[in-house]
């Protein structure tokens, strides 16, 4: 894949994305005005969690809480049935309050918009600052999860063996216009079409771009 032909790739994921729908996370953010808590809390409650259960945990959790302050008043016992049945939710829990108080008492009620200060943030990975800077304040950034890494290998835009240094690689060569979005589209294009295993690339609208690079096995 070359620098000319991303216009037209994005035009194909586009269009897909509005047959689909967004990630749960993006949605939330959509819905309430890129508020940046709230990315990053659904972020963390996401984490090995189903999307639809993630929009539903979230959805219940700021009835309750919507900001630092409200959080750190509940329970413990409280914010983890609430979440329920997300993944880990006792563990999440105890990280949603750990969080909110150290917004709390260490940046103001502000969530950070700078990556580096996300991460001193406990459970905050390179994945969810990403998308707390993007999603929630609206700068530049790219999240790079599974779906990001292997496609965009897959293309043979970058050649690289983990998501950090995909986000590295990415940086230096994907135009900047293009960075808020990626990681939203190539989600649920990963999850319906370019699949880890067995891609389905006979319905894939990207497939005279792409490389193939590492696709043994195809649909």
């Known amino acids: 894949m070359r620098l000319k032909d991303l216009p ?5 994921l586009r269009k897909h994305k509005r047959t689909t729908g967004p990630a749960s996370v993006t949605e939330i953010s959509e819905n309430h005005q890129e508020d940046p808590y709230r990315v990053l809390i659904s972020c963390l409650i996401s984490l090995r ?5 993630t929009a539903a945990a979230s959805a219940r959790l700021f009835e309750l809480a919507a900001t630092p302050s409200e959080t750190i008043r509940l329970p413990e016992a409280t914010l983890a049935k609430t979440i329920f049945p997300a993944g880990f939710y006792k563990t999440k829990a105890r990280t949603l309050l750990e969080v909110s108080r150290t917004i709390l008492e260490e940046f103001d009620g502000q969530v950070p918009d700078e990556i580096e200060t996300l991460l001193t943030l406990k459970g905050v990975g390179r994945k969810t600052a990403n998308l707390v800077r993007t999603l929630g304040h609206g700068k530049p950034g ?3 999860d599974t779906h990001v890494h292997r496609i965009t290998n897959r293309w043979g835009y970058v050649a690289t063996k983990n998501p950090n240094d995909t986000e590295t690689a990415l940086r230096a060569v994907l135009p900047k216009r293009y960075w808020i979005e990626i990681n939203d589209l190539l989600v649920t294009y990963g999850r319906e079409v370019c699949k880890p295993i067995s891609p389905h690339c006979s319905k894939c609208g990207l497939e005279s771009y792409c490389a193939r ?3 043994g096995r195809s649909r």
């Open 142 to 144: 790219i999240c790079v």
């Open 213 to 215: 690079v590492g696709v």
């Open 8 to 12: 037209a790739v994005f035009r194909v």
């Open 49 to 53: 969690t189903k999307d639809e259960v």
